[in-house]
C-alpha cells in the first residue's frame, strides 16, 4: 500500500513539475514574442512621418507629371496645373515681354542707341532705326533663351525636390518592409516554441501518470499472483526437525 501511494505521489509530482516548467517557458517565449511585436510597432511609428510625407510628394509628382488627376486642375500644395512638368515651352508674347528685366533691358538699351546715333547720324536717320532694329532683335532673341532656361530649370528643380522627399519615404516604408520580415519571423518562431513548450509539459504529465498507472498495474498482477498461491495451500513454514539434531531449525516446503 506504501509503495503505491508513493508511486501516485511521485507521478503527481512529476506532472506538476514538467506542466509548471513548461508553462514557465511558454512564458517567456510569449514574452519575447510580443518584445518583438512592439519594436516593429515603434519602429513602424517612429517611420511614418517620412512615409507619410513620401506619400504626399509621390500624389504631387504623379499630378504634375499628369499621371494622374484631372488634366487642367490644380494641384493641390504647389499652384500649379496637373501636367505642369510635361508641358511644352510655349510662351506668349505677353509672357515673354513680361519676362522680369526684358521691359528696363529694352528702354535702357534703346535710350543708349539712341544717344550714341544722335550726335553723328541723327536719332532718326536710317542707320541710328537699324541700330535700334538690331539691338531690339537681339534683346528678344537673349530675353527668350533666358525664359526658356528658367522654365527648365523651375521643371527640374521642382521634380528634384519632389522626387527626393518621395525617395525618403520609399526608404523608410522599405526599412519598416524589412524589420517587419524579419522581427514577424522571429515572433511567429517565438509563437511555435511557446506551443511546443506547453505541448512538452503536458506529454511529460503524461507520461507521469502513465508511468505510475503502469506501476500500479504491475503491483495489481504481483499481488493477485500472491493470493492464489496462498489459496492453494502451498506455503513455506519453518519448523522444528527431528532428525539427528533435535531442535535445529529447517525449512520444510509444503509444511510438516
Known amino acids: ?54 506619400y504626399g510628394a509621390t500624389s504631387s509628382l504623379s499630378q504634375l507629371l499628369g499621371l494622374s488627376g484631372a488634366k487642367g486642375s490644380m494641384v493641390p500644395g504647389t499652384g500649379l496645373q496637373n501636367g505642369y512638368l510635361t508641358q511644352q515651352f510655349n510662351p506668349t508674347q505677353a509672357q515673354l515681354n513680361a519676362y522680369p528685366g526684358y521691359q528696363f533691358a529694352l528702354q535702357t538699351g534703346g535710350q543708349a542707341i539712341r ?37 527648365q530649370t523651375q521643371q527640374s528643380n521642382i521634380f528634384n ?57 504491475g503491483l495489481a498482477y504481483l499481488n493477485s499472483i500472491n493470493g492464489s498461491s496462498g489459496a492453494s495451500g502451498g506455503s513455506s513454514t519453518w519448523g522444528q526437525s527431528t532428525g539427528p539434531y533435535p531442535g535445529s531449525d529447517v525449512f520444510s516446503p509444503g509444511g510438516s
Open 161 to 217: 525636390r519632389l522626387s527626393s522627399i518621395a525617395g525618403l519615404g520609399q526608404s523608410a516604408a522599405a526599412g519598416v518592409g524589412n524589420s517587419g520580415t524579419q522581427l514577424g519571423i522571429g515572433a511567429a518562431q517565438a509563437g511555435a516554441a511557446a506551443g511546443a513548450s506547453q505541448a512538452g509539459g503536458i506529454v511529460g504529465a503524461s507520461n507521469a501518470l502513465g508511468g505510475a498507472a503502469s506501476g500500479l498495474g
Open 1 to 54: 500500500m506504501c509503495v503505491a501511494a508513493g508511486m501516485v505521489g511521485a507521478a503527481a509530482i512529476g506532472a506538476i513539475g514538467s506542466t509548471m516548467a513548461a508553462d514557465k517557458q511558454a512564458s517567456a517565449q510569449k514574452d519575447a514574442q510580443q518584445q518583438q511585436l512592439d519594436m516593429f510597432n515603434t519602429i513602424q511609428k517612429n517611420s511614418q512621418p517620412f512615409m507619410t510625407a513620401g
Open 115 to 151: 544717344n550714341a546715333d544722335t550726335p553723328g547720324i541723327g536719332a532718326l536717320s536710317g542707320a541710328a532705326l537699324k541700330d535700334l532694329t538690331n539691338f531690339n532683335v537681339g534683346a528678344a532673341s537673349q530675353n527668350y533663351g533666358n525664359y526658356f532656361n528658367q522654365f
